[in-house]
């Protein structure tokens, strides 16, 4: 009878443990690990939690609490924990405790991967290759709709889901690094669950968990080790700035000010220079700062100490539970400047050579250069951030290249240095672009791009031209910075539209999906499009790129090599990548005629150079002021001193 007594008092016991664990509905980092730099904060969350303040750590030596710290909710608590670096792996105990009630949640510590915080990241070697995932590839179609997710796949509207997900990514790494691509950006894969929209994922309704209608946490990570394993590196698309209206945290905030007031609904101004102008009003750097992104997008408030420190924990716990190599971060002017400075430091802090690229989408070069780390600004300010975004590049190549009205191309143009005579707008742009080189802090931190998931395809602003395209190429190829591809320009993907258009620009790869009538990742796939008029430039394009990106690969003279330009003529632009090893030149044709290349004009650094290699042929050339470029043409050729 006693023996009976005792077993119904373990079960009873062990049902009130249980009940007691299921109070608890998060407990935010996830995981963590030892020999870690960043202090561990952790966010538990659930019914009643507030009250529960007596906490402590069970398990081996070397993990302990050290605070704890109520919220303005009664159902959260925020727990500082000190890891020892001697403290052994494996699954500890946190108790919690109110008066005699008890709660227990078991907690993972791990060992750190050896070499974790040395870790490299992409750099001027790289071209990282931009992809929509919804959009890419749909390797599982079993998920293309989630019981725990609002949105539902409709492959037929432009702005819903379309399937596509991590496996389709992995499914095709193959055609990633043949096209010359080292690094991958996908735009966000945590969940957001929106109700409408929430295929691009800058939403986000959970910081910690893969979007199920994407796959999962395990499987982000093997996304990061096959990519790896091909040589490939992963950035991830993070926003600190906004979440969602649909995070679960908006049921329940933390604090009070965990997200800036709604009430009234006041949309952010949208204005860049405020944050660095000294003659800006307080209140509308306010409303850029607080002000909400859309409705749909809680501004998230840094100047919360507790959110600043759970976005860096998160930084940093997806770096080392991933093994991500970069962040990309979104809307980063839009955050409040010094925390976003504190959130940086933070992480790179922990990882010395991990690099972050920020969204600072200006056109004016001393708006951008203001916001890269080390740059000596007026103010004294340091935002910490390694790499910047040179919109004011992508804006020059784009009106440089975009086609002209129809019936405009043989009207004449103002002559002169740097002016052309019949052809497309005006090169200089892109001359007068690099000359502001100068404003910038470092050059080898700036990320180059012809376009990306908030710009018209190229290939509709191009007029559908293949031969501005393999101009724009070029370019992506040999200037200076970090390149970056939009996926499908590769190919000229086009929507028919040159005005923005989301839904459409972020379409569908042909063959990412079962049942597709083309498969564009595949050469024969490639070649058999060429038949339809659609595509009757996809196969050559594609070639072109990757002959180019390919070969930059193993240049280190376009990786860190110097640049040296000469003033525009004609409608044609000259310059040169070099170091004491190798020269590069490149030639552009803008014009609507065929030009002569000038050779003597560049003699300053071209005497002695001898013959050189077409890099776009294989074959060895001559230049002289007799070579001949054709309308809209390229010319590259590389040259050892």
Not at 151 to 166: C, L, T
């Amino acid at each position: 009878m006693q023996k009976w007594l005792s077993a119904a008092t373990g079960i009873i016991l062990s049902f009130a443990s249980l009940a007691a664990q299921q109070r608890i509905s998060r407990v935010e980092p996830l995981s963590w690990w030892t020999g870690m730099k960043t202090q561990l904060q952790l966010l538990v969350n659930g019914e009643g939690m507030g009250a529960f303040d007596n906490v402590t750590v069970e398990g081996p030596a070397g993990v302990s609490v050290t605070a704890v710290h109520k919220a303005d909710s009664p159902n959260y608590l925020f727990v500082d924990v000190a890891v020892a670096e001697t403290a052994a792996p494996g699954t500890y105990t946190l108790v919690f405790r109110r008066g005699n009630e008890v709660v227990r949640y078991p907690y993972q510590i791990s060992a750190r991967e050896s070499g974790s915080a040395l870790r490299k990241s992409f750099t001027t070697a790289d071209l990282i290759y931009l992809i929509v995932p919804d959009r890419f590839a749909n390797g599982d179609p079993s998920n293309d709709s989630t019981p725990q997710t609002a949105d539902k796949a409709d492959r037929s509207q432009p702005m819903g889901r379309h399937g596509g997900d991590i496996q389709g990514i992995i499914d095709h790494l193959d055609y990633i690094a043949d096209l010359g691509a080292t690094a991958i950006w996908s735009t966000p894969l945590l969940e957001d669950n929106a109700r409408r929209g929430s295929y691009h994922g800058y939403a986000c309704s959970d910081y910690y968990h893969i979007d199920s209608r994407f796959g999962d946490n395990a499987l982000y990570r093997r996304l990061v080790q096959k990519a790896h394993e091909k040589g490939i590196k992963i950035v991830m698309d993070v926003v600190t700035n906004h979440s969602s209206t649909e995070h679960w945290w908006m049921k329940d905030r933390p604090f009070k000010d965990w997200v800036h007031p709604s009430d009234p609904y006041v949309n952010s101004n949208h204005t860049m220079g405020l944050a660095l102008d000294p003659n800006a009003s307080k209140a509308d750097l306010s409303i850029m700062e607080e002000g909400w992104f859309s409705r749909g997008m809680p501004d998230m408030n840094l100047d919360n100490p507790f959110l600043l420190k759970y976005f860096q924990q998160w930084a940093v716990w997806w770096i080392e539970y991933s093994g991500l190599d970069g962040f990309r971060v979104d809307t980063w002017f839009y955050n409040e400047k010094e925390p976003m400075a504190a959130w940086a430091k933070a992480v790179t802090d922990e990882y010395p050579y991990f690099n972050i690229v920020g969204e600072n989408w200006h056109a004016s070069p001393d708006y951008v250069a203001y916001w890269q780390g080390g740059n000596p600004n007026s103010d004294g300010f340091d935002s910490h951030l390694p790499s910047i975004m040179d919109f004011p590049l992508q804006g020059a190549i784009s009106s440089t290249l975009t086609a002209p009205i129809p019936g405009s191309e043989n009207r004449q143009m103002p002559g002169g240095p740097g002016r052309g005579r019949r052809g497309g707008p005006d090169i200089s742009a892109i001359y007068n672009a690099l000359s502001h080189d100068f404003i910038y802090h470092d050059l080898s931190h700036m990320l180059i791009f012809l376009s990306n998931h908030d710009i018209a395809r190229i290939g509709d602003t191009f007029g559908h031209d293949p031969r501005r395209m393999k101009m724009a190429f070029t370019l992506l190829a040999t200037l200076r910075g970090i390149p970056q591809l939009f996926y499908g320009d590769e190919m000229m993907f086009v929507t028919g539209n040159p005005n923005r258009d989301d839904g459409r620009l972020r379409m569908d790869f042909p063959g990412g999906w079962e049942g597709d009538a083309l498969n564009l990742f595949t050469d024969k796939g490639r070649s058999s499009a060429a038949q339809d008029s659609s595509w009757a430039h996809a196969a050559d394009l594609h070639d072109f790129a990757r002959t180019l990106f390919r070969w930059r690969k193993g240049k280190e003279v376009i990786h860190s090599g110097k640049t040296l330009h000469f003033i525009p003529q004609d409608n044609t632009y000259g310059y040169f990548r070099y170091n004491d090893k190798d020269v590069v030149f490149v030639f552009l044709n803008n014009s609507a005629e065929e030009r002569n290349v000038s050779w003597t004009r560049f003699r300053e650094i071209t005497d002695g150079l001898g013959a050189g290699r077409n890099v776009l042929t294989g074959e060895s050339v001559t230049i002289t002021d007799d070579t001949r470029v054709p309308a809209y043409g390229t010319l590259v050729v590389e040259f050892t001193r």
